[in-house]
């Protein structure tokens, strides 16, 4: 199995910048794949990101493309998520997850950290 533990949230201004951070716990981190979701208040749960257990193939909603980066170090059991000008419907409660395919589905994973929380105000 897999821990996770979610870091870097906070508040920012529209147009910032932030990185989150999921720490994992176990050997086998490196046999996941990760991703990132989002939970707006009032709102269900979508797909931000994920990043294949090797870290060559990545995904994203066309809602951040081009804004936000995943990436993930296997030898620090870390995954990554660069959010780059931030805007304020990307206000949510974020969370990583890991899963045994690399997928853009909820269903898919089978762990999750318990999220930290990022607001872009305006």
């Known amino acids: 199995q897999v821990q996770l533990v979610e870091s870097g949230g906070g508040l920012v201004q529209a147009g910032g910048s932030l990185r989150l951070s999921c720490a994992a716990s176990g050997r086998t981190f490196s046999t996941y794949a990760m991703g990132w979701f989002r939970q707006p208040p009032g709102k269900e749960r979508e797909f931000v990101a994920a990043?294949?257990?090797?870290?060559?193939?990545?995904y994203y909603a066309d809602s951040v493309k081009g804004r936000f980066t995943i990436s993930r170090d296997n030898a620090k059991n870390t995954v990554y998520l660069q959010m780059n000008s931030l805007k304020p419907e990307d206000t949510a409660a974020y969370y990583c997850a890991a899963g045994t395919t690399t997928r853009q589905s909820i269903n898919a994973y089978d762990y999750w950290g318990q999220g930290t929380q990022v607001t872009a105000s305006s």
């Open positions: 990043i294949s257990w090797s870290g060559i193939a990545t």
